[in-house]
């Protein structure tokens, strides 16, 4: 009789189910037997531009070395980062992506005695590191699709020990104000600690982006999260990074796994924050994205979500999974959103113009097919 091995596992992973990506273009191509070349992502909020080419110089010449283990402290991307941000290198954190860090905050300061705060339709990473280490989620009903500050600061007890807040939030694109955020952080006791998951701040159109730095001085229990993911377009070498004080950052670096940044990823994130122009076309093309896709889907009846990201969360009705799968038929993929508790609505990355397009062609006939066409 073999063993049970899903029985031996901890009861907090025993209840998970695996993250859902973004379909890759691959997969779309092998199931429906559709040319590669001809399929349009815009599922996993990546960059459309492609990679900065200092980013690829970098990369190349960092192959010469894969013989050799990365630099486990990652010393010159820190350095640039914190000549960059402001601060010290012994306040950063680097992590396999920000995904990364945020596993290991988790896994550093709560336990199965522990709460963890964070928002409904926020995103997935936080209930899914809360329950494989055994805590409590504390889900706090979302207002106007975003964090409810109040509402969550009144959620905290005496068994909390995490508070997880992405701004700009993803799926929703929602983002809160600089003032609503220093309140709330006055409000939460100073052994709770604060994550702000900034993944897609330097999509902020306001200038704000670097606002929060200015708290940590003033409040120690703070943690920020970035990525290289998004606005600076190294998804596939995953590099993200933590901001914090460095007695946080010690703690962090206890746990944090030896290499977990690898060579090329460190030499190629460490070019790209040279890349100033790349960053600001990146910006303008998001900006523009953003506008194409609203006044599409406004054209077509949709309402979607105001957003600050590098997506809209488009709400399509109750056939979005038929749409969906219209959609893919069409060779276009978007992101589904039904296990954000959001199964109207679908995520959509901002891509190039002609893929925007593409998309909102194929978005006017998925509706069609269904019998849903609002626009006159």
């Known amino acids: 009789m073999s063993c049970d091995f899903q029985a031996l596992a901890v009861a907090g ?23 590669p070349a001809g399929i349009v992502k815009l599922a996993s909020n990546e960059n459309p531009l492609g990679p900065s080419p200092k980013a690829l110089e ?20 820190k350095a640039r980062l914190a000549e960059r941000l402001n601060v010290t290198p012994a306040q950063l954190t680097l992590g396999n992506g920000s995904n990364d860090v945020l596993e290991v905050i988790a896994r550093c300061f709560a336990d199965s005695s522990s709460e963890v705060v964070f928002s409904q339709y926020a995103f997935a990473v936080y209930p899914i590191v809360t329950q494989a280490i055994g805590a409590k989620g504390i889900s706090v009903p979302a207002k106007d ?7 969550m600061a009144a ?8 508070i997880f807040i992405a701004n700009p939030n993803n799926p929703t694109g929602t983002v809160l104000g600089r003032e609503a955020i220093e309140v709330f952080l006055q409000a939460v006791p100073e052994r709770v600690l604060v994550v702000l998951d900034e993944a897609y701040c330097e999509f902020l159109e306001d200038g704000s982006q670097d606002d929060s730095l200015g708290w940590l001085s003033r409040y120690p229990n703070l943690i920020i ?38 060579s090329i990823a460190l030499a190629a994130a460490t070019a790209v924050l040279d890349d100033q122009d790349y960053l600001e076309r990146s910006q303008q093309v998001n900006s523009a994205g953003l506008r194409q ?22 709400e399509v009705g109750a056939n979005a999974a038929a749409i969906y799968q219209s959609l893919l038929r069409q060779g276009v993929i978007v992101r589904p959103v039904a296990g954000y508790g959001m199964p109207e609505h679908l995520r959509v990355s901002v ?26």
């Not at 010449?61 to 283990?69: G, I, K, N, Q, V």
């Open 225 to 262: 999260t970035r990525t290289f993911s998004k606005a600076w377009g190294l998804a596939a070498l995953r590099v993200g990074y933590s901001i914090s004080s460095a007695e946080i950052a010690d703690v962090l670096n206890r746990v944090r796994q030896p290499f977990n940044v690898d």
């Open 293 to 314: 896709l609203s006044d599409g889907f406004r054209s077509l009846g949709l309402n979607f979500i105001p957003s600050a990201g590098n997506f809209i969360a488009v």
């Open 145 to 151: 699709w975003g964090h409810d500050l109040d509402a």
């Open 58 to 77: 970098a990369a190349r010449s960092a192959l010469a070395d894969l013989c050799r283990y990365p630099d486990g402290n990652g010393f010159a991307l």
């Open 13 to 35: 992973v025993r209840a998970l189910s695996p993250y859902q990506p973004g379909k890759p273009i691959e997969e779309l191509a092998r199931e429906l037997g559709l040319d």
């Open 351 to 376: 891509g190039l113009a002609t893929e925007n397009d593409r998309l909102l062609a194929a978005m006017a006939e998925a509706l069609r097919e269904q019998g849903d066409v609002r626009s006159d």
């Open 155 to 162: 959620a905290v007890t005496e068994r909390t020990r995490l």
